[in-house]
């Protein structure tokens, strides 16, 4: 199966629009059961429980998240684009940083490998001092 522009615009802006929304359960409806999942340099995580875990983490310590979308590119079953993503985290200044993601999607336009290519260090930096925001 090929992408079609639109189709790939549609699945970019779903996982923003998930992001945007700190809504856990919105972003792994994105994903395949078995999803291979990668953000930066963290170690890869296998299934939906691991990437819960990790993404629910992240998510309960920012105020908000947005993203700028830059570029995409389609190969058959990947998508490959190019966005800026601001955090705000609670009380502190945000955070704007540059990345890459690959997604390999599966026949059901679930993404089934997930690789977000960004150097977090300044917004883990952050994080080490700041709060955890309530549920």
């Not at 190969?75 to 955090?87: C, M």
């Not at 945000?94 to 993404?111: K, N």
């Not at 952050?126 to 925001?133: F, G, K, V, Y």
């Amino acid at each position: 199966m090929r992408f079609t522009r639109g189709a790939a615009r549609a699945v970019i802006g779903e996982i923003h629009a998930a992001d945007h929304a700190l809504d856990v359960d919105r972003f792994l409806a994105l994903l395949a059961p078995t999803v291979c999942f990668q953000l930066g340099s963290q170690p890869q995580l296998h299934g939906l429980a691991a990437v819960r875990g990790a993404v629910d983490g992240l998510f309960r310590s920012l105020a908000g998240v947005e993203h700028a979308l830059r570029d995409f590119w389609l190969g058959e079953r990947t998508i490959v684009f190019q966005a800026d993503v601001t955090y705000t985290l609670p009380g502190r200044p945000q955070i704007v940083l540059p990345y890459v993601d690959v997604l390999r999607m599966s026949g059901q336009l679930l993404v089934e490998d997930y690789r977000i290519f960004i150097d977090l260090s300044p917004l883990m930096a952050a994080l080490s001092d700041a709060e955890p925001r309530p549920r």
